[in-house]
């Protein structure tokens, strides 16, 4: 009789490859350490990830779509790049995968499902086709990547919340002025 496939295992290989970034970073995600704390085997772990790298991507695409399901219950667009900020602060760990992630995430062809919902966001409440907003889209992003990448690095609480207000003051001025940035 041939072995029963264990449904549950690719799951628990990404939470405890989650739980092995969280407290320890790239350093501590090795499939050895991932495998056991997913008790499985390493043999077993590499039949579905090949690597390391398959698996930090794998767990890389789980949390921008965590991140991307906070983002898309926002009323407006305010809160978006908030709520953005919010995640990149709770979790510095797993925005640093994701930084790391971008590359891929950005390829060519690859969908950027995030993306387009901004520009569908920014076509409705300023009229126009979405793809006109790309620079506004893309003006925010890099403001906000920038901010949370400092967020994430900063320990200091004053210095992180002065960091934050001033994004969001950009932003919320970008916002206001979209018609500078908006491509015809």
Known sequence: ???????HLEERILKA????????????????AVAEEADTTT??????????????????YRLRDELLAQLFTS??????????????E??????DLLRLSWGQFFSPGNPRPGRAWVLTLLAMRFGGKPEN???????????????????????????RAEIRENCIKICDKLLAN???????
């Open 133 to 159: 907003y790309a620079p506004v889209f893309d003006a925010l992003f890099l403001l906000c990547h920038g901010t949370a990448t400092l967020l994430t690095v900063t320990s200091d609480k004053a210095l």
């Open 43 to 60: 043999p077993t772990l590499y039949k579905r990830f090949r690597n390391k790298e398959a698996l930090q991507l794998a767990l890389a």
């Open 17 to 32: 490859a989650r739980r092995l970034w969280r407290t320890r970073g790239e350093s501590g995600l090795t499939l050895r």
């Open 75 to 88: 009323p407006n667009i305010e809160e978006v790049y908030r709520r953005y900020l919010c995640y990149a």
């Open 1 to 7: 009789m041939p072995p029963i496939a264990d449904k």
């Open 178 to 184: 979209v018609a500078i940035l908006r491509a015809e």
């Open 90 to 95: 709770e979790n510095p760990h797993e925005y």
